[in-house]
């Protein structure tokens, strides 16, 4: 937001602030990460970036929530109360997503891999064989506004929030279609029709009853149980956390999932060896 001009003043140490992972150099580990912070310094704001960076790693973002079309972040600034920030891009309308929508079930190859969490670069083309763009074509296509009285565009409070989003980016990808206004969850039933459950009212068995001796329920039982078979590597690897999204800010030395598949790939193999033992 512009005010004019006034004398920048020493920043106040924040306190509990969200802290990068990122330490030095560029933000944006995934390919989608830096396309985010390419797009913006491609409008000219490689400075600001610079010392968003500086904010962003001192942990000055106190609080960053990413909704369906807009971020709010706040920031510790120079002054006793932190600034308050909005972030949003130009939404897409709907006959725009249906366009998009369509395009994307014709392949099905990248609806898996989105199903997976990751998003395909030839995604791009899809927007733009839909003539749209993805990632901001233009500046005008973000929208900005932070309660500081800096004049730059982006300021360095707003700077430092487009940083971490970079690396929120990088976690889940489908922040950058919520900012365009589909959310996750919305995308994907679109996408897949979503999850159908069908009901037969005609069926009206009456359950078997249960025994009155406790330890007469097991009897005739057990050889009817189906067997397990084999213990086996799903083919995609916790697909309920992938399609759930990553958690929010998490700083583990690994991704989320692959700290949980580690564990679960371990207890796998443990069991596999303890049924080996046993037959």
Known sequence: MSWGYYKPTRRKEAKGGIQARSKRGAFGETWWGRRWMETLESFGMESRLARGRSYARSGQVLTLDCTSGA??????????????????????????????????????????????????????????????SLFPARQREIQAECSCPDWGDPCKHTAAVFCLLAEELDRDPFLIFALRGK?????????????????????????????????????????????????????????????????????????????????????????????????
């Open 71 to 132: 971020v709010a972040a706040t920031v510790q600034g120079s002054q006793s109360r932190p600034y308050n920030i909005t972030i949003s891009l130009k939404d897409f309308t709907g006959p725009e997503w249906e366009r998009v929508i369509e395009r994307l079930r014709a392949e099905p190859s990248l609806i898996a891999r989105l199903l997976g969490g990751e998003l395909p670069e030839e995604i791009e083309e899809v927007f733009q064989a839909a003539k749209l």
């Open 183 to 279: 959310g996750r969850e919305e995308l994907l039933t679109a996408l897949t029709g979503g999850v159908v459950t069908q009901t037969d009212d005609s069926s009206s068995e009456v359950p078997e009853p249960l025994p009155t001796e406790i330890l007469t329920f097991w009897e005739g039982r057990v050889a009817a149980l189906p067997s397990t078979g084999g213990l086996h590597h799903p083919p995609l690897s916790a697909p309920l956390l992938h399609r759930l999204g990553p958690f929010p800010f998490w700083r583990g030395e690994l991704p989320l999932a692959e700290a949980l598949t580690l564990g679960l790939n371990t207890a796998t193999e443990r069991l596999s060896l303890q049924r080996e033992e046993t037959t």
